[in-house]
């Protein structure tokens, strides 16, 4: 299929208008100047009846005409077309005929009447009055009829002197429409080519300098994207970074404890290296899953995805119920409050599980046996959720450092990789939420708490 062009499909537009407007323009200029060219030689028709009405004359009381033979040579004398005439009496009675006219009935109301007709195949123009006869009571037809060939030469002149300026103004519109249509699309073609000069490598944004409106909307739409874009660059190679840097350490783990378990010379030895070797597999399969936790929760990759209406406290309540075991296991008293009515928000089932259970595996992965771990949801107009424990807490310099990517406190002892909390507040800002992390009860422990924009 060929290529469409802009300035092509502008054009061709344009020349179909002007052609439509060429053709009706010269439909009327031909009605114009017919109607001009038949009102010149009309008079001149009508002018030759009245000069035949004058030679009706009345003997003995009745009506005759009398035409000497110079005068009727001077009638009918042209260069250029045939004249016809005929003379009768309102009562049928034929006074002159030169053998060619039919009779024609004039109008009734007395005027003129104008028609065009055939004879022989010839087309005439003719003229057909009602005239009283001076002295007597009859009245008499004069019908006079004419060719046309000095109408239709009057008409092609006509036609000819008007057509030429029309189609040099017509000539001069279409220059004038191409050179408009090159300058308006100018625009255009200076950005495409400063997007077609442009490496694959370079994403900043394209100038909007002395753009019209319309173009400025589709560079923004295009900045718009190339933005996205980086972004989205540079989140992989973040991924790609974080992926390396994390997964090193385990890596490293299970290649020395394997070759440890290959050159144990015991199996008390052996069965230590492998142990070793089993807590580093699952050490770098939990890195690994909160990695890809963390790519999917990021705004470049959750832009697609579509919240809907979802009830909070119903959500959590069967995302809590899956951490009562591993809470009983740690003799942990683990609770849940939510109000009786649904707690509606805008949100992504998935994206929203993900972040209540890195809360509550944050939860009881810091804090000590016998603890006292809450998950909580309450209404209004600003929804909330929160995780509340009464472990050691989290000084108050900590409190924003422990949302970075890989930052875990200097006193902390458990195992983590540092990526849950930084997950957390990835989902958070894809529903437009905030969370913070406040003191607990009685100023005990830490309190998370997401907070979701206000309902309608």
């Not at 004058?54 to 005068?71: D, H, I, M, Y």
């Not at 002295?135 to 030429?164: C, P």
């Not at 942990?332 to 994206?351: C, E, K, R, S, Y």
């Amino acid at each position: 299929m060929p290529e469409r062009s802009l300035r092509s499909s502008l054009t061709l537009r344009v020349l179909a208008v002007a052609l439509l407007l060429l053709i009706l323009d010269g439909i009327s200029c031909y009605a114009l100047s017919a109607h001009f060219a038949n009102l010149a030689y009309d008079r001149w028709i009508m002018d030759d009846a009245g000069s035949l009405a004058q030679a009706l004359t009345v003997e003995n009381g009745k009506t005759n005409v009398v035409l000497p033979r110079v005068a009727l040579a001077i009638f009918k004398f042209d260069d250029y077309d045939q004249t016809y005439y005929r003379i009768s009496t309102s009562d049928g009675r034929t006074l002159a005929n030169d053998g060619a006219l039919p009779d024609v009935t004039p109008s009734a109301d007395g005027k003129p009447l104008l028609t065009s007709m055939k004879i022989a195949g010839v087309p005439l123009r003719v003229v057909a009055t009602e005239v009283r006869v001076p002295g007597s009571s009859e009245v008499a037809h004069v019908i006079v009829g004419e060719t046309v060939n000095k109408r239709a030469t009057l008409l092609s002149e006509i036609l000819l002197e008007m057509a030429l300026p029309q189609l040099g103004l017509l000539l001069g519109a279409l220059l004038f429409v191409r050179f408009a249509v090159d300058r308006g699309l100018r625009p255009l073609t200076v950005v495409s080519a400063a997007i077609e000069a442009r490496g694959h490598e370079l994403l900043t944004p394209v100038s909007e300098a002395g753009l019209p409106w319309e173009a400025r909307i589709l560079v923004t739409r295009i900045n718009d994207l190339l933005g996205r874009l980086e972004r989205a660059i540079t989140a992989q190679r973040r991924f790609v970074a974080d992926a390396a840097h994390q997964l090193r350490t385990p890596l490293a783990a299970v290649s020395l404890h394997a070759e440890r378990a290959q050159r144990s010379p015991d199996s008390e030895s052996r069965d230590q290296a492998l142990r070793g070797l089993q807590t580093s597999v699952v050490r770098a399969a939990r890195v690994t899953q909160q990695l890809l936790a963390l790519a999917r929760s990021g705004p470049e990759a959750a832009v697609t995805r579509t919240l809907s209406p979802l009830d909070l406290g119903a959500l959590a309540r069967t995302a809590g119920e899956t951490w009562i075991g591993p809470a009983l296991a740690r003799h942990m008293d683990f609770g849940f409050v939510a109000p009786a009515q649904p707690v509606m928000i805008q949100g992504h089932t998935g994206l929203l599980e993900e972040l209540i259970n890195n809360l509550i595996d944050n939860a009881l992965r810091y804090c000590p046996e016998g603890a006292s771990v809450t998950l909580s949801v309450s209404g209004g107009r600003a929804p909330e959720l929160a995780v509340t424990d009464d472990g050691p807490g989290v000084p108050e310099a900590e409190r924003e450092r422990i949302f970075e990517r890989f930052h875990r406190g200097e006193t902390v002892d458990a195992e983590g990789c540092g990526l849950g909390l930084a997950i957390v507040r990835e989902i958070a800002t894809v529903h437009g939420a905030t969370v913070t992390a406040e003191s607990g009860r009685e100023g005990r422990g830490t309190r998370f708490v997401v907070r979701f924009p206000r309902t309608a």
